[in-house]
T-cell receptor
Framework: EPEVTQTPSHQVTQMGQEVILRCVPI?????FYWYRQILGQKVEFLVS????????KSEIFDDQFSVERPDGSNFTLKIRSTKLEDSAMYFC??????????FGSGTRLTVV | AQSVAQPEDQVNVAEGNPLTVKCTYS??????LFWYVQYPNRGLQFLLK??????LVKGSYGFEAEFNKSQTSFHLKKPSALVSDSALYFC?????????????FGKGTRLSVIA
């Protein structure tokens, strides 16, 4: 069964540093998403991406966040200047319109 | 705007007993409903979904959910709980009438099955 792949599985970074979280969505999916989950809490929507542009974003997704699909297969989330409160599990997902989401296994980001 | 409520933070059930994890939703159009499960330090694993058709939906690992339009509910059920079912369960909804709107999750319910 096709999978969404996320790398790395765990990233530790110092406050103020930039991080890039990587995702490889399922190849015939057209919609891509990033969600985050602060430890053991609610899964929160960050951003959706379609046709090489952001289609929707939440209030969490402020100017320190950006997404891109640099090469037609990877889908990345960049956090420019990490803060302690950015520590969370970040999930990538993809789908075709009208179908359910397939989630990756997540990247645990720890900001120290 | 769409929203999901999971009124219980924690559900405890004895192994072998039936379990129910509650979920209610709010959408402006027709709902597209999901249940996901998360085991410790793992990702979100799809259990089942409802779009149209039979109100009783069967999913993975013996779970099922019942769609009730009048009560705007989509409760997750299993006839006989296993200790291995202990995990965090999330209900999620999309509004089918609003293009490809993002999936919105409930806050999660922690299920603990006691041997």
């Amino acid at each position: 069964e096709p999978e969404v792949t996320q790398t790395p599985s765990h990233q530790v970074t110092q406050m103020g540093q930039e991080v890039i979280l990587r995702c490889v969505p399922i190849s015939n999916h057209l919609y891509f998403y990033w969600y985050r989950q602060i430890l053991g809490q609610k899964v929160e929507f960050l951003v959706s991406f379609y046709n090489n542009e952001i289609s929707e974003k939440s209030e969490i997704f402020d100017d320190q966040f950006s997404v891109e699909r640099p090469d037609g297969s990877n889908f990345t989330l960049k956090i420019r200047s990490t803060k302690l409160e950015d520590s969370a599990m970040y999930f990538c997902a993809s789908n075709r319109q009208g179908y359910g989401y397939t989630f990756g296994s997540g990247t645990r980001l720890t900001v120290v | 705007a769409q929203s999901v409520a999971q009124p219980e933070d924690q559900v405890n059930v004895a192994e072998g007993n039936p379990l129910t994890v509650k979920c209610t939703y709010s959408v402006s159009g027709n709902p597209y409903l999901f249940w996901y499960v998360q085991y410790p330090n793992r990702g979100l694993q799809f259990l089942l979904k409802y779009i149209t058709g039979d109100n009783l939906v069967k999913g993975s690992y013996g779970f099922e959910a019942e769609f009730n339009k009048s009560q705007t509910s989509f409760h997750l059920k299993k006839p006989s709980a296993l200790v291995s079912d202990s995990a965090l369960y999330f209900c999620a909804v999309r509004d089918l009438g609003s293009g490809n709107t993002p999936l919105v999750f409930g806050k999660g319910t922690r299920l603990s099955v006691i041997a």
